[in-house]
Every structure is written in C-alpha cells, then in structure tokens.
C-alpha cells in the first residue's frame, strides 16, 4: 500500500498549476486586492448575523465530537467561533485571520462569552503558509473563506499539513452560480454579474463551492463528502423567505462600495437593485433560490 506521502508526491503536478494559476492572477490583475466587502463596522455586524442566521445550516451534524483542538482558517470577528465553542464544549480553538482589524474585533467579542473563557486562541497569519507544526490539530474549520483567496488548494494543502492523521476538515463555500430571484429582476442580475467578475479581480472564486471534492482530493484527503445545500424559499415559508430576502438585500448591498470604487456598477444599478429586492420581498408570489456547497473530509 502506498505511504501518505507518495499519495501527496502524486499530486505535486496539480498544486504546481494551481500555484502558477494564482501567480498569473496576480501578474495579470496588479492593483487589484482586498475583501469585497470591507471592513467596516457595519461590515463586522453584518458578518455575526450572518452567521447567526445561517447556523442551522452550516453547523448541524458537524464530525467534531471526538476533536478537541481545532484550527479555524479565516476566523474573521470570530463569529463562526462563537458558534462552534458554544455547539462543542470540548474544543479548543485556534482562530487564524490576515486582517488586525477583524482580530480585534473577534478578541473583544470572544471575552464576552461565558462559555468561550480559556478555549480560544486567535492568530495572525496567512492560511497559505501556517506558522503551526505537523500534526498540531485534530480539527479543522473553514467557512466563507476559500471564495476570497488566489490559491485555495495551497490553503488546503496546509490544513492537511498541520492536521495528525485521521483528523476531520469541514469546509463550506459558496457557488453564486445558483442565484436566482423570481420576479425576474434585471437590476439585482447585473449587479450579481459585476459582484461575483469584481471578486474575480480580488484573486477570489465565486464558484469555488462545486470544485472542493477535486481540491479536497488533489492535497491528500480522503473519505471525501460534498453536499449541496440548497436555500429554496417560496410561498411555502413566506417568514423565512421574507427574513432570508432582507439578509440576502444586506449582503448585496455589503459589496456596493467597493464595486463603485472599481467602475463595476454605477449608482443607477445600485439603486435600482434596491427597488427590485423592494419588489421581490412584497411580491406574494416571489421565489428565492441559492445553494452552497459543505465539504467533509479526513486528513491522511
């Protein structure tokens, strides 16, 4: 049987393209850099509802029973660390983030909590090269996290690497392919396009969610599961598609600025985005459709 290491060697060629696909998007796109959608204090607000209202479908069921360190990449404000030490009464866990401000704010949050008290540490670092030894976790976590970098098979790469053998990953992407509003809304369609070419310019992937299984697979994990979740919400559960539609007007609008600033959409689209998701949100009939993507997976 081969060693996990020739297993990983088999793969050295796959890794290679990708590093030189993300050299070449940063040859090709100078300038362009940075999240989408800032970091502001709205912004850091907007991050803990999120995360709040989409818990029931990102944590549920979750292989972390037996973990008890665990290594969070891209904490952000720690908002997904709220949530997995409170769901997990075991764990330790070390968040990781590249941005001081968002570290900040997840450290001030973090000592507000009763329950996270002594449980967590929090790191600044880049997820492509982790400043951790082999085998430092039993556990790791990634969320929202892959759609914004250049290479996030190296990303992986390096989870595999400080992870023992035997240890869990869970990782959950988007795939903004699935978008879809019903009335049609030409507006809210435009400004989805200029979103999702504008991370593209920012080294991101909007559509990295359908690819984790090959990306999983190529850096060494094995036992790989990948699960659609789709978020289909019609006249079925009106409370929720109203509660879903004004989460999702505010994640929209979270990135308006920034695509202003780089010429992607002008102030008439931005506006008349708002007038449509207006629309939609009064329309008895209205429908809305998104679905992502959460990878499991074992460490060799």
Same mark, same amino acid.
């Given at each position: 049987?081969?060693?996990?290491?020739?297993?990983?060697?088999?793969?050295?060629?796959?890794?290679?393209?990708?590093?030189?696909? @993300?050299?070449?998007?940063?040859?090709?796109?100078? *300038?362009?850099?940075?999240?989408? /959608?800032?970091?502001?204090?709205?912004?850091?607000?907007?991050?803990?509802?999120?995360?709040?209202?989409?818990?029931?479908?990102?944590?549920? #069921?979750?292989?972390?029973?037996?973990?008890?360190?665990?290594?969070?990449? *891209?904490?952000?404000? *720690?908002? +997904?660390?709220?949530?997995?030490?409170?769901?997990?009464?075991?764990? /330790?866990?070390?968040?990781?983030?590249a941005?001081?401000?968002?570290?900040?704010?997840?450290?001030?949050?973090?000592?507000?909590?009763?329950?996270?008290?002594?449980?967590?540490?929090?790191?600044?670092?880049d997820?492509?090269?982790?400043?951790?030894?082999?085998?430092?976790?039993?556990?790791? !976590?990634?969320?929202?996290?892959?759609?914004?970098?250049?290479?996030?098979? +190296?990303?992986?790469?390096?989870a595999?690497?400080?992870l023992r053998?035997?240890?869990?990953?869970?990782?959950?992407?988007?795939?903004?392919?699935? $978008?879809?509003l019903?009335?049609?809304?030409?507006?809210?369609?435009?400004?989805?396009?200029? $979103?999702?070419?504008?991370?593209?310019?920012? !080294?991101?992937?909007?559509?990295? #969610?359908?690819?984790?299984?090959?990306? =999983?697979?190529?850096?060494?994990?094995?036992?790989?599961?990948?699960?659609?979740?789709?978020?289909?919400?019609?006249?079925?559960?009106? *409370?929720?598609?109203?509660? !879903? =539609?004004?989460?999702?007007?505010?994640?929209? =609008?979270?990135?308006?600025?920034?695509? +202003?600033?780089?010429?992607?959409?002008?102030?008439?689209?931005?506006? @008349?985005?708002?007038?449509? =998701?207006?629309?939609?949100? /009064?329309?008895?009939?209205?429908? $809305?459709?998104?679905? $992502?993507?959460?990878?499991?997976?074992?460490?060799?």
């Amino acid at each position: 049987m081969a060693s996990s290491k020739t297993n990983v060697t088999k793969t050295s060629a796959a890794k290679a393209a990708t590093s030189k696909r @993300g050299e070449a998007q940063r040859s090709n796109k100078t *300038g362009a850099a940075g999240y989408l /959608h800032g970091f502001t204090g709205a912004e850091q607000d907007r991050l803990y509802h999120q995360a709040r209202f989409l818990e029931p479908r990102v944590h549920e #069921g979750l292989p972390l029973r037996r973990a008890r360190r665990l290594l969070e990449i *891209g904490c952000g404000v *720690g908002a +997904q660390t709220d949530i997995l030490l409170r769901r997990h009464p075991d764990l /330790h866990v070390t968040g990781l983030d590249a941005s001081p401000t968002n570290l900040a704010r997840a450290a001030a949050h973090l000592k507000s909590l009763p329950w996270a008290r002594g449980r967590w540490d929090l790191v600044r670092g880049d997820a492509a090269k982790l400043a951790f030894g082999a085998d430092s976790f039993d556990s790791a !976590f990634l969320c929202w996290i892959l759609e914004h970098v250049a290479d996030p098979m +190296q990303v992986l790469s390096e989870a595999r690497r400080v992870l023992r053998p035997g240890s869990p990953i869970v990782v959950t992407e988007v795939l903004n392919a699935t $978008f879809f509003l019903e009335p049609y809304s030409p507006r809210t369609l435009d400004y989805w396009k200029a $979103f999702n070419e504008h991370q593209i310019e920012l !080294f991101g992937d909007p559509f990295v #969610g359908a690819k984790l299984g090959n990306l =999983l697979q190529a850096v060494g994990f094995r036992d790989i599961a990948c699960e659609v979740k789709p978020i289909h919400l019609d006249n079925r559960e009106p *409370g929720e598609r109203a509660e !879903f =539609l004004a989460y999702w007007t505010d994640l929209l =609008l979270s990135g308006a600025q920034s695509l +202003q600033k780089a010429g992607r959409v002008d102030r008439t689209t931005v506006e @008349g985005m708002q007038k449509e =998701l207006q629309i939609v949100a /009064h329309d008895p009939d209205a429908v $809305f459709f998104y679905a $992502f993507v959460q990878a499991r997976a074992t460490a060799l």
